[in-house]
């Protein structure tokens, strides 16, 4: 079996730089500015990020999910609220949340405490979702065992069939959570692995901003 050297594999980072000067005092509005570069260069969905929480059990989970929301409070993204990561959350709030953006060589982290959104911002974000996107929600017993994807998909056709010309509400189990972030770095991929890291720090309702060592 042929088997890729990784220790050959590296890129040197050439785009850009980032200063301490150059970025503004508030985190969420340095993240906005990314984040509008970011939909404009990443050929792929630039809102999708990665979540890591850890449950009662110290055990930490990552995953990939969509941002959908970001406002004074924080980063709202969607799920079930029976899912692994769901219960985790509810047993232990702090978590963490990181954008990579390849193309512009960039990496942000965010760390905080995560609190549900209300029942009012879940029910109007659902009834924005495509049909299919419902009946998905309603389907899935998110991180449940299933049998096989024959049973997926029969209880789609099911639930399709049970909703056929009806409204579809949203799910008591399904809805929005929401990071509030205490933490930011942001990384700038720079030559010779001598990349720039810049961090947030809340300090009481203070940010304090400082340079890392990369």
């Keep these: 079996m042929n088997k890729t050297n990784l220790t050959r594999l590296r890129k040197d980072y050439l785009m850009h730089t980032l200063s301490k000067k150059d970025i503004n005092k508030d985190p969420l509005f340095q993240f906005q500015i990314w984040f509008e570069e970011a939909l404009k260069n990443e050929n792929t969905e630039a809102n999708a990020m990665v979540l890591a929480t850890v ?10 999910v969509l941002l959908k929301k970001i406002d004074d409070n924080g980063f709202v993204f969607f799920t079930n609220y029976e899912s692994k ?15 990579f953006w390849h193309n512009l060589e960039r990496q942000v982290r965010i760390e905080g405490t995560i609190t549900k959104v209300s029942d009012n911002e879940s029910d109007n974000y659902f009834a924005e979702r495509p049909l299919g996107n419902k009946i998905g929600a309603i389907v899935s017993n998110q991180s449940k065992v299933i049998p096989n994807r024959e049973y997926l998909e029969h209880k789609k056709a099911e639930t399709e069939k049970m909703f056929e010309n009806k409204e579809i509400k949203r799910p008591a189990n399904w809805g929005g959570f ?3 972030p ?4 942001f990384w700038q ?3 010779d692995r001598l990349h720039d890291r810049i961090q947030y720090r809340k300090d ?9 060592a990369p």
């Design 182 to 185: 205490n933490l930011f770095e």
């Design 55 to 64: 449950g009662k059990n110290n055990k930490p989970s990552a995953r990939v």
């Design 85 to 99: 990561k769901a219960n985790q959350i509810m047993e232990n709030p702090d978590a963490a949340i990181l954008f």
């Design 189 to 191: 991929g720079r030559k």
């Design 204 to 212: 009481e309702s203070t940010w304090i901003i400082e340079r890392l």
């Design 178 to 180: 929401c990071l509030k």
